[in-house]
């Protein structure tokens, strides 16, 4: 699947993608600015990275409780079953693949971790 493809697929959803490099980010946005997260973030900003697995949020999901922690993560991310490997990338266009098994976003949560959001 490219970028195209997975806007066309996910139209007007927001998006959780957690990233794995050295260390783990996540990262929010619409899924219409899928092409210039892979270009600025990703391949810019994260040139070490490995994998990418994508979460489609539920509208107006707040990630946080009172104390600024993550909370109930499972309950507002589902798994798109997609990921970008950085093997797999080509120069200017991505290229997301099918997974059978994702991260679990569990493991995260009642942890203080930001949660970079890109809006339009």
Same mark, same amino acid.
């Given at each position: 699947?490219?970028?195209?493809?997975?806007?066309?697929?996910?139209?007007?959803?927001?998006?959780?993608?957690?990233?794995?490099?050295?260390?783990?980010?996540?990262?929010?946005?619409?899924?219409?600015?899928?092409?210039?997260?892979?270009?600025?973030?990703?391949?810019?900003?994260?040139?070490?990275?490995?994998?990418?697995?994508?979460?489609?949020?539920?509208?107006?999901? +707040?990630?946080?409780?009172?104390?600024? %922690?993550? /909370?109930?993560?499972?309950? =507002?991310? *589902?798994? #798109?079953?997609?990921?970008?490997?950085?093997?797999?990338?080509?120069?200017?266009?991505?290229?997301?693949? +099918?997974?059978?098994?994702?991260?679990? %976003?569990? /493991?995260?949560?009642?942890? =203080?971790? *930001?949660? #970079?959001?890109?809006?339009?």
């Amino acid at each position: 699947m490219t970028c195209t493809e997975f806007r066309e697929k996910y139209p007007k959803t927001e998006v959780l993608a957690l990233v794995i490099a050295d260390y783990t980010y996540f990262y929010r946005f619409p899924s219409k600015l899928i092409n210039f997260f892979m270009l600025k973030y990703i391949d810019s900003e994260k040139p070490l990275w490995r994998k990418i697995f994508f979460y489609v949020l539920k509208q107006k999901a +707040e990630l946080y409780n009172e104390e600024g %922690l993550l /909370t109930k993560l499972t309950e =507002k991310a *589902t798994p #798109t079953y997609l990921y970008a490997n950085s093997e797999h990338q080509k120069a200017m266009a991505c290229v997301l693949k +099918e997974v059978l098994r994702v991260p679990r %976003l569990d /493991t995260f949560e009642g942890q =203080k971790i *930001t949660v #970079t959001k890109i809006s339009e």
